[in-house]
């Protein structure tokens, strides 16, 4: 794979670090002072998160990084970057692993491969008035080491690794460019044509549609089929009582 810095999106800075606590608290740093939209990608974190503030271990050689930028959008607008950053992450994860790599996303944004859990997006705003101002976008991929199933929440999906599924040894600092250049070509058709061919894209790479699944929020389970996506995002699951939208939870197969 090609790692031509001249493929590289024009006016996004690029920062790669030896080591940091995370790579969304180095954004929410460096955000104050970036005239534009900018990459972090760290070798090495030692205070990683994921959903719901929850510990992230990050394997040596795996993937870790955040999109941080200014898109002045509403907070519902906003959440639909999650889509966006899960078409870019699959679209870079197929272009280095080949047209074979076996890959799907699985609602809302983490992506699969061979059925497996192969990288997850977590999204951090700043705002007022109700207008984001501030977006955070981070990205967390398998590429040399699943983490130990053991250190994972009861019923979590199964993860998986680039190098264990394919065989192939991509270095975090190549896989952040096709990662690059995907998600700034998809942000600009989101900007420009709204979210209507990102959803059609994100729903033919989808898991599970139109099949049985659990989905649990905070206090409830729902089971059904699976039927779409709205146009904010929400999972339509087709229950027994009817057809309900479910804006947040988590997805058991």
């Given at each position: 794979m090609s790692?031509?810095?001249t493929e590289w999106p024009e006016g996004v800075a690029r920062h790669v670090l030896g080591r940091v606590?995370?790579?969304?608290?180095?954004?929410?740093?460096?955000?104050?002072?970036?005239a534009g939209p900018a990459w972090i990608l760290a070798?090495?974190?030692?205070?990683?998160?994921?959903?719901?503030?929850?510990?992230?271990?990050?394997?040596?050689?795996?993937?870790?990084?955040?999109?941080?930028?200014?898109?002045?959008?509403?907070?519902?607008?906003?959440a639909l970057?999650?889509?966006?950053?899960?078409?870019?992450?699959?679209?870079?994860?197929?272009?280095?692993?080949?047209?074979?790599?076996?890959?799907?996303?699985?609602?809302?944004?983490?992506?699969?491969?061979?059925?497996?859990?192969?990288?997850?997006?977590?999204?951090?705003?700043?705002?007022?008035?109700?207008?984001?101002?501030?977006?955070?976008?981070?990205?967390?991929?398998?590429?040399?080491?699943?983490p130990d199933p053991g250190t994972l929440e009861a019923g979590a999906m199964a993860p998986v690794s680039l190098r264990a599924e394919t065989g192939l040894v991509i270095a975090p600092e190549e896989f952040l460019t096709p990662l690059a250049v995907a998600f700034d070509r998809l942000a600009r058709q989101f900007a420009t044509q709204g979210f209507a061919p990102i959803r059609a894209a994100w729903l033919a790479r989808a898991a599970r549609l139109g099949e049985r699944l659990v989905a649990r929020t905070g206090t409830e389970t729902h089971e059904g089929v699976f039927e779409t996506i709205d146009e904010t995002g929400a999972m339509i699951l087709r229950t027994a009582g009817g057809p309900m939208a479910i804006s947040a939870a988590e997805i058991f197969f």
């Open positions: 790692t031509d810095r606590d995370s790579t969304m608290s180095e954004a929410a740093r460096l955000a104050p002072h970036l070798l090495d974190q030692t205070g990683g998160r994921g959903r719901r503030g929850r510990p992230w271990r990050m394997p040596a050689g795996n993937f870790a990084a955040t999109y941080v930028f200014h898109p002045q959008v509403s907070p519902q607008q906003a970057y999650s889509f966006v950053a899960a078409l870019a992450l699959e679209e870079a994860l197929s272009r280095v692993a080949g047209p074979h790599a076996r890959l799907s996303i699985k609602w809302p944004n983490d992506v699969l491969l061979n059925g497996g859990k192969i990288a997850g997006i977590l999204l951090e705003s700043l705002g007022q008035g109700g207008r984001i101002s501030q977006l955070a976008i981070g990205i967390g991929v398998n590429l040399a080491e699943a």
